[in-house]
């Protein structure tokens, strides 16, 4: 049974994300792990963290946004710290 097929079709969840989700294991182990609570898992709340996330990068664009200029720690003066 296909999840979340709608919302995919829809456009609702980025590509690069549901690409990433299929083909990086320790991506996917993460959503796994949040339905996971001792011996047991909670399918149905992996799956609603799962739409939460996809839900909430693309509105956000965590993809297009800048990353700030970092200095690298060899080119900070003591003071800096």
Do not use: C
Request: glycine residues 6%.
């Amino acid at each position: 049974m296909p999840f979340f097929l709608e919302e995919i079709k829809n456009g609702e969840f980025d590509a690069r994300d549901l690409q990433r989700f299929n083909e990086i294991d320790a991506y996917t182990l993460m959503f796994i792990q949040h339905g996971q609570f001792g011996e047991t898992f909670d399918e149905e709340r992996a799956f609603r963290i799962f739409h939460g996330s996809m839900s909430w990068r693309k509105p956000q664009n965590v993809y297009g946004r800048r990353r700030r200029k970092t200095t690298k720690t060899s080119e900070m003066k003591f003071n800096d710290f």
